[in-house]
Each structure stands twice: as structure tokens, then as C-alpha cells.
């Protein structure tokens, strides 16, 4: 199983970009997807996710209203959009997939039983 994120860049406050995470490998479409982020000097955290279906989301507190997750099962692809940002959105963001399991929520799902990551897409938001 290969994940590859693409789509960081350098914008500025209040911009927009698009990640990409492109699945290959993975028998069925059948698995929640997550984006996670780390800034500088910090620890890994999530920053959204999306259930294998498509129909459940989460979104951390300091995203809410501001990134959108989605996904393309056809395609086996999922996409964060990154609106509105801020300096504080300055990170390498990951991608992880992983069959969900036992678990009804995404966000339920401890980082560590992600099994496939993605090489990370550095976003670096100038004010």
C-alpha cells in the first residue's frame, strides 16, 4: 500500500490550497482517511478525518469552518481544502488511511493503529 500526498505550498493568510492523497494498492475503497498535521517543534495531531463511507467527518477545533475533507472512492483519493488559513496552519500534513476497524467514528481511531502513511506535504502559511 502506497499513499502519496501532494498539493502544499506556500500561501498566504487567508488563501487557499488543496491536498491530495493519492491510495494505491489497497484491495477494496474501504477505509477511513486522515490528515494529520506537525508543526515545528511539535507533536503530531489530527486534523480531520473521514469514515469509509464518506458519511461521518471530524474536524479538530482550530479547523472547524475553515477545512473541508472528501473523498473519491472511485479514484481511491482523499482531498483536505484548506480555506481561510492561517500562520498557525504551518505544518507537514500526512496523510493515513486504515480500515476502520471496530470503530463508528474516525476520530476514534488511536494514531498509532494507522498502518499507511503518506511521505507528508509541507503548507507554510506567511502573514
Known amino acids: 500500500v502506497q499513499l502519496q500526498a501532494s498539493g502544499g505550498g506556500s500561501v498566504q493568510a487567508g488563501g487557499s490550497l488543496r491536498l491530495s492523497c493519492a491510495v494505491s494498492?489497497?484491495?477494496?475503497?474501504?477505509?477511513?482517511i486522515a490528515w494529520f498535521r506537525q508543526a515545528p517543534g511539535k507533536g503530531r495531531e489530527v486534523v480531520s478525518c473521514i469514515s469509509a463511507e464518506g458519511g461521518r467527518k471530524y474536524y479538530a477545533d482550530s479547523v472547524k469552518g475553515r477545512f473541508s475533507i472528501s473523498r473519491d472512492n472511485a479514484k481511491k483519493e482523499g482531498y483536505l481544502y484548506l480555506d481561510n488559513v492561517e500562520p498557525g496552519d504551518t505544518a507537514v500534513y500526512y496523510c493515513?488511511?486504515?480500515?476502520?476497524?471496530?470503530?463508528?467514528?474516525?476520530?476514534?481511531?488511536?494514531?498509532?493503529?494507522?498502518?499507511?502513511w503518506g511521505q507528508g506535504t509541507l503548507v507554510t502559511v506567511s502573514s
Open positions: 493515513a488511511v486504515d480500515p476502520p476497524g471496530g470503530y463508528y467514528y474516525c476520530d476514534h481511531i488511536p494514531v498509532h493503529e494507522y498502518d499507511y
Open positions: 494498492g489497497f484491495k477494496t475503497d474501504y477505509f477511513v
